[in-house]
T-cell receptor
Framework: AQTVTQSQPEMSVQEAETVTLSCTYD???????LFWYKQPPSRQMILVIR??????QNATENRFSVNFQKAAKSFSLKISDSQLGDTAMYFC?????????????FGKGTLLTVNP | DTGVSQDPRHKITKRGQNVTFRCDPI?????LYWYRQTLGQGPEFLTY????????KSRLLSDRFSAERPKGSFSTLEIQRTEQGDSAMYLC???????????FGEGSRLTVL
């Protein structure tokens, strides 16, 4: 079974600064996907960024980037130039690739607050 | 298309009552999922449909829970004889087979008194 661990229950950052959220996972599989999802207060969860395990290059999406360390089973999210709208719960998630790529295993989440 | 919609958004019920939640996925998505999220936890997988076929159910889905997706369109999640431990946010998500990215609804929050 796969597990996802987020060791930071809460974090805060000043607007325009950079923050990094940590995530580690455990799996015996070699082919999988990793995700960061954002859940704003009382709104639906949306995908922030996705990383395929077979790709060595770290994924980036505008101000969001990841540091994927496959050997260490680490998958951190860096948010640059933080904005007030980034305030949300952030979940790290894992899924197997191939036909089973539907079942996401989530961490417990990190509540990020961006302060003005 | 406005995304995945869920109804009701919030349901308060007394222990022992039955409740039903509805999910309308994004129209072209053939996969539909139900997750449960309790306070302080990440979402946990409950069940998954491909078109109208329910292909997997988690052990979390006790006999009191039943999910359907008639004609491969909307889905319902029914909880019979609710217990206080059923209090949670029930999330629905859908995806298109090829891309696999899950799109979530805003969830249906259940409070069992």
């Amino acid at each position: 079974a796969q597990t996802v661990t987020q060791s930071q229950p809460e974090m805060s950052v000043q607007e325009a600064e950079t923050v990094t959220l940590s995530c580690t996972y455990d799996t015996s599989e070699n082919n999988y996907y990793l995700f960061w999802y954002k859940q704003p207060p009382s709104r639906q969860m949306i995908l922030v960024i996705r990383q395929e395990a077979y790709k060595q290059q770290n994924a980036t999406e505008n101000r969001f980037s990841v540091n994927f360390q496959k050997a260490a089973k680490s998958f951190s999210l860096k948010i640059s130039d933080s904005q007030l709208g980034d305030t949300a719960m952030y979940f790290c998630a894992f899924s197997l690739s191939g036909g089973s790529n539907y079942k996401l295993t989530f961490g417990k989440g990190t509540l990020l607050t961006v302060n003005p | 298309d406005t995304g995945v919609s869920q109804d009701p958004r919030h349901k308060i019920t007394k222990r022992g009552q039955n409740v039903t939640f509805r999910c309308d996925p994004i129209s072209e998505h053939n996969r539909l999922y139900w997750y449960r999220q309790t306070l302080g936890q990440g979402p946990e997988f409950l069940t998954y449909f491909q078109n109208e076929a329910q292909l997997e159910k988690s052990r979390l889905l006790s006999d009191r829970f039943s999910a359907e997706r008639p004609k491969g369109s909307f889905s319902t999640l029914e909880i019979q004889r609710t217990e206080q431990g059923d209090s949670a946010m029930y999330l629905c998500a859908s995806s298109f087979y090829i891309t696999g990215e899950l799109f979530f609804g805003e969830g249906s929050r259940l409070t069992v008194l």
